[in-house]
């Protein structure tokens, strides 16, 4: 089964490749706090080794000069991969935030649009059940907007379902099927009712297989980062939300921020990006 070769290449790049070793290790320390946001319950989670995409560069200068991190030809020579499809390569993500997470890259280096590859995604879930797979907009949260990529991680990980309904400081929309084109479809209704001026509508996904089918929730954005993310001095709160702090878990990369941010700031940060 393809999850039982992922979960080997997983072990397998803790062992060979150091930098992946350290990420996990350094997991182990991410500090935690809870703040109980009424109807649920909302995490920050410090992890400093997540500044390199917190704090990434996303204009469009910075992303055409970098070399694409996603391309195999820039890829760090201890990094294996696993095919899948004969489309995608599934990759160990050095830099975690889910215990067990990978980055699936397209084997081509083309932009970050969701158009076409929802099928691909609902795949991607039923073959690893045991994972979610995620998805961040261009604009929502990747930082490769240029190269199109997936991620996954581990379900447990995750606080709360990601399809519960009663989290309602975000909006979200949640399309279950023992039927794939059923979910494709309700998808794409949803995509063109969304879709602005923008190459595709800003949002975050997430797709899991459950024993009674697929799941596919939709998390609409108007922001990517916060009015907090450009401010100077005290008011600045570094925090840049992908699809992982819109299901409750707020990364922070910054200590000083873990330190101050509060119930206030959260929903406001909120209220701006969903
Ligand atoms: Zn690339």
Redesign the pocket.
């Known amino acids: 089964m393809l999850q039982d070769k992922i979960k080997q290449l997983f072990h397998q790049q803790l062992d060979d490749w150091p930098l992946a070793k350290k990420g996990y290790q350094a997991l182990q320390e991410v500090r935690v706090k809870t703040f109980d946001m009424g109807v649920c319950v909302f995490k920050v989670q410090y992890n400093p080794a997540r500044a390199v995409s917190s704090l990434a560069k996303l204009d469009e200068a910075s992303i055409r000069t970098r070399a694409?991190f996603?391309?195999a030809q820039n890829r760090p020579i201890e990094q294996s991969s696993i095919d899948f499809k004969g489309k995608y390569d599934i990759l160990v993500n050095p830099f975690p935030i889910c215990d067990m997470h990978f980055t699936i890259a397209s084997k081509i280096?083309v932009p970050q649009l969701i158009k076409g590859r929802i099928q691909d995604m609902l795949d991607l879930a039923e073959a690893m059940p045991e994972f979610i797979i995620l998805y961040n907009g261009p604009k929502a949260g990747a930082s490769?907007p240029?190269?199109f990529h997936f991620q996954a991680g581990n379900v447990d990980f995750f606080q709360q379902p990601v399809d519960c309904l009663k989290q309602d400081l975000v909006e979200k929309y949640v399309f279950r099927s023992t039927n794939k084109l059923v979910v494709e479809s309700n998808f794409h209704d949803l995509y063109l009712q969304l879709q602005a001026d923008e190459q595709e509508p800003m949002m975050n996904l997430f797709c899991q297989y459950k024993p009674d089918g697929w799941v596919l929730t939709v998390y609409p954005r108007k922001l990517h980062r916060p009015k907090q993310y450009f401010a100077e001095g005290i008011e600045k709160l570094m925090v840049s939300p992908g699809a992982i702090d819109m299901t409750g878990i707020l990364i922070v990369a910054r200590e000083e921020d873990f330190e101050k941010i509060s119930k206030a700031d959260i929903e406001d940060i909120f209220n701006q990006v969903s």
């Open positions: 694409c996603l391309c280096h490769a240029d190269h």
